[in-house]
Nanobody
Framework: QVLLVESGGGAVQAGGSLRLSCGIRGGAFSRYHIGWFRQAPGKEREFVAGISWTLSTTWYADSVKGRFTISRDIAKNTVYLQMNSLKPEESAVYSC???????????????????WGQGTQVAVSS
């Protein structure tokens, strides 16, 4: 069984920063990618960033490039999402997900991930 637990969400003013954490338990040897997604009320879940667990290769949505950074700490079994210059429209529930299928790159489609965390709320005020 694989368990993902997000933390680090909260309220911040526009232009501010937050660092989200995704702690992962289980399935270390078969883990390919970790992705971060977000979902605002009434909107579809969207890909934010992804990272290869073994190679540390990263992928980003165009809307966050240059402002968000995804990274991982293998020893701590944790993936981070550093978010800078946050915008009000980025208020959402942010969730991390794990891909154990072995795609060539971090999937940008939520349905391709095998395990999900419960999410953490991010609220950006103007």
């Amino acid at each position: 069984q694989v368990l993902l637990v997000e933390s680090g969400g909260g309220a911040v003013q526009a232009g501010g920063s937050l660092r989200l954490s995704c702690g992962i338990r289980g399935g270390a040897f078969s883990r390919y990618h970790i992705g971060w997604f977000r979902q605002a009320p009434g909107k579809e879940r969207e890909f934010v960033a992804g990272i290869s667990w073994t190679l540390s290769t990263t992928w980003y949505a165009d809307s966050v490039k240059g402002r968000f950074t995804i990274s991982r700490d293998i020893a701590k079994n944790t993936v981070y999402l550093q978010m800078n210059s946050l915008k009000p429209e980025e208020s959402a529930v942010y969730s991390c997900a794990a891909d154990y299928t072995g795609y060539a790159a971090a999937p940008r489609t939520a349905g391709r991930y095998d395990f999900w965390g419960q999410g953490t709320q991010v609220a950006v005020s103007s």
